[in-house]
């Protein structure tokens, strides 16, 4: 099987055979879920540079969301999205703003951090996060977005 090793710096995710992978090929996002670990990693590649990719990017990410939390009805997911790769795809349109903003109220997202994100792209994250949803940090690294995610773990009954 193929493994993606080099494409990011995610320890989880660079073992994960790519076939285990959601991959949106336009920009090379790879989504990961771990129903064990009660854990989606989301790492996006690079840039949207058009409306309907943009659009296509933010559909893509809802169906996947939807795909991988309906068989697990009981379980409340922590998400780590990452941007180290500078996907700085800040100036999002509207469309694609209102599939985020949905993605930021599913009900079975309990908490997550965000990491890596260009100055610009903090900038929209903040406005999309400042009207509610899920609780979530904006933090520079993996590493510290996995800090996030044991501290969430380590406060929850399993």
């Known amino acids: 099987m193929d493994q993606i090793t080099n494409a990011f710096l ?50 893509f990410h809802w169906q996947w969301l939807e795909q991988v939390t309906q068989p697990y009805p009981n379980i409340q997911w922590f998400f780590i999205t990452d941007f ?7 100036f999002v349109v509207d469309e694609a703003k209102a599939i985020y903003t949905k993605i930021r109220h599913h009900p079975k997202l309990a908490a997550g951090a965000i990491c890596g994100p260009t100055y610009a792209m903090k900038m929209f994250i903040n406005v999309l996060f400042f009207f509610g949803g899920t ?13 996030h995610y044991q501290k969430w773990w380590n406060k929850k009954p399993h």
Do not use: N, W
């Open 10 to 59: 995610c320890r989880r995710c660079s073992a994960v055979p790519a076939d285990q992978m959601a991959v949106f090929k336009p920009t090379d996002d790879r989504l990961v879920a771990y129903p064990e670990l009660k854990l989606l990693h989301i790492h996006f590649g690079v840039s949207t540079h058009t409306d309907e990719l943009s659009i296509a990017e933010a559909k």
């Open 84 to 90: 180290t790769r500078k996907d700085d795809s800040e």
């Open 135 to 147: 609780q979530t940090v904006v933090v520079d690294t993996l590493a510290q977005a996995e800090e």
